[in-house]
């Protein structure tokens, strides 16, 4: 659990780092260069997701709550919810004329659908610290960015093919899931 205790520390100070201390960024950019900083931070940012996986890997869960069968609908709308929104991240879409920070709105969104399905020690660590991440970082952000400058919105094919694109992917990472995750999506 360890493990996946400092790769979670590292992946939330790595993020937050910009917000929390844009001095250190300014400093490491001039240091490293802007090529040298992103590849470091990308390098970190592997590094985290490899404690994560591990730790998640080698530690036992321990039961805490269970809700009731019911909640899997909800969780998987939530999850069609929130790969529509990460979709929404990577375009222009109408959904940025409402929420700001779509990506990190789709990682609280994916935490708590997580944390309606699955109850243990484990579980509640991950989607917990990364929902509350998520939310952190989207206030962090709101704070340093200043004024909220909308998208215009792009046209309706274009918003049709980025939904599209989602809800393929999102049907991808179904099937899938058993093999990254280890569990079926129906559990």
């Not at 609908?73 to 939530?78: G, K, N, S």
């Not at 109408?94 to 020690?121: E, Y």
């Not at 992917?169 to 099937?175: G, M, N």
């Amino acid at each position: 659990m360890m493990q996946m205790i400092t790769g979670l520390l590292l992946w939330s100070l790595v993020h937050l780092m910009p917000s929390l201390s844009p001095g250190l960024r300014k400093k490491l950019i001039t240091s490293l260069g802007e090529k040298g900083y992103k590849i470091t931070f990308a390098l970190l940012i592997l590094v985290a997701l490899g404690l994560i996986v591990l730790g998640w890997r080698t530690s036992l869960p321990t039961h805490i709550y269970e809700l009731p069968e019911s909640v899997g609908l909800i969780a998987l709308l939530l999850m069609v919810l929130a790969f529509l929104l990460f979709g929404a991240a990577q375009y222009p879409t109408r959904i940025k004329r409402f929420i700001r920070h779509p990506q990190l709105t789709a990682v609280v969104v994916w935490s708590i659908a997580h944390l309606l399905l699955n109850g243990d020690s484990r579980s509640v660590l991950l989607f917990g610290w990364l929902g509350i991440w998520a939310l952190l970082e989207i206030m962090l952000i709101n704070r340093r960015e200043g004024e909220w400058i909308k998208v215009v919105p792009p046209s309706w094919g274009r918003e049709a093919r980025g939904v599209v694109i989602s809800l393929i992917i999102f049907a991808v990472v179904i099937f899938v899931h058993p093999y990254l995750a280890g569990v079926p999506v129906s559990q």
